[in-house]
């Protein structure tokens, strides 16, 4: 899938208006051409815990990068979470 966002994204937005294109900008993510080879396992173990857990957390890290984010929700409420999230993919 990774390797494939850009086609995806391009396909879609051929199709979009050029006021939806102003409206939905390219996300900051779209120009990454390098798949970072994590291991599948992290996602794996994240969906099995939301499926499985009496208590499922929020937000679930599912890279190393993402155990980052993960430990700012200590500190952060969500919503400032993930105001810097949305910010920082090109959507804020």
Avoid: Q
């Avoid at 937000?59 to 990068?65: A, F, H, K, L």
């Amino acid at each position: 899938m990774f390797k494939k966002m850009k086609k995806m994204i391009d396909k879609t937005r051929n199709t979009y208006t050029e006021e939806m294109k102003l409206i939905y900008r390219k996300p900051k993510i779209y120009n990454v051409n390098a798949d970072k080879g994590y291991d599948p396992k992290w996602v794996v173990d994240a969906v099995e815990h939301a499926l499985t857990s009496k208590y499922p957390k929020t937000r679930y890290s599912t890279t190393p990068v993402g155990t980052m984010i993960y430990f700012a929700s200590f500190i952060l409420p969500d919503r400032i979470l993930e105001k810097l999230l949305a910010y920082n993919l090109g959507e804020g």
